[in-house]
């Protein structure tokens, strides 16, 4: 230990202490594209965040819109879309696992193929495998409605409509996963939102990831 900076000197007394959650770290360090020390300031990140109102470990939607706006009743379609991806488990909390794998999508060098079916999943609303035109009207509503952009019926009408064209190859008035692959590959800025360089950026762009 002689050779060690004090902020590893921390962390190895840390492992020492809680060796589960080191094995932990290594097994998520390994199924996912971050490094040990990067998951460690995951960990102190999730961890500050997991106790902000529920001490309980685990991160509550009270304590995400919290991170997310500093209110924690803050009522929000987007925050709430946002927090249903990441509860991998749908048990109505994000655990430091689901945590991690949910960031890693947003990893620089995650495929794109992967950010592609996370946005999927952030879009299918009902979670039966389609973006259906309902889901993709009431996005755009959302959308506009955060934007403070007031369209009329028939512009929100032509918006859906030409999407709905683009999009559902097979015609059958709903967009499935291969065909949302496509219609990302034709427009690729649909992504630009999906990658943080930066873990310090994680949470001043987390909110920014659904706007087009």
């Known amino acids: 230990m002689a050779n060690m900076t004090v902020k590893e000197c921390c962390c190895f007394l840390k492992k020492l202490r ?3 959650r080191a094995t932990q770290h290594a097994r998520l360090a390994s199924e996912t594209l971050f490094s040990i020390n990067e998951i460690e300031a995951l960990y102190d990140l999730f961890e500050g965040l997991s106790y902000a109102i529920i001490e309980d470990g685990r991160i509550h939607k009270e304590e995400f819109l919290l991170a997310l706006f500093s209110n924690s009743s803050m009522q929000n379609f987007f925050a709430d879309r946002l927090f249903d991806t990441f509860d991998i488990k749908k048990n109505g909390v994000i655990e430091f696992d689901e945590f991690v794998r949910s960031l890693s999508v947003f990893h620089p ?8 079916e996370f946005m999927f999943r952030l879009y ?7 973006i259906e035109r309902d889901e993709l009207k009431e996005m755009v509503l959302a959308l506009l409605s955060e934007m403070n952009v ?4 028939d512009a929100v009408e032509s918006i859906l409509n030409k999407t ?4 559902d190859l097979n015609g059958d008035g709903k967009i499935d996963l291969e065909e949302w692959k496509i219609f990302i590959s034709k427009n690729p800025s649909i992504l ?3 990658t943080l360089p930066l873990l310090r950026q ?3 762009f987390l909110f920014y990831i659904l706007t087009p």
């Not at 299918?124 to 389609?130: A, C, I, M, P, Y």
């Not at 007031?150 to 019926?153: A, G, H, I, N, Q």
């Open 202 to 204: 994680v949470f001043t």
């Open 124 to 130: 299918d609303l009902k979670h039966n495998g389609f």
């Open 109 to 116: 060098d995650a495929p794109e193929s992967v950010k592609i």
């Open 150 to 153: 007031d369209l009329s019926e």
């Open 164 to 167: 709905i064209l683009d999009a």
């Open 192 to 194: 630009k939102n999906m």
């Open 18 to 20: 809680n060796p589960s």
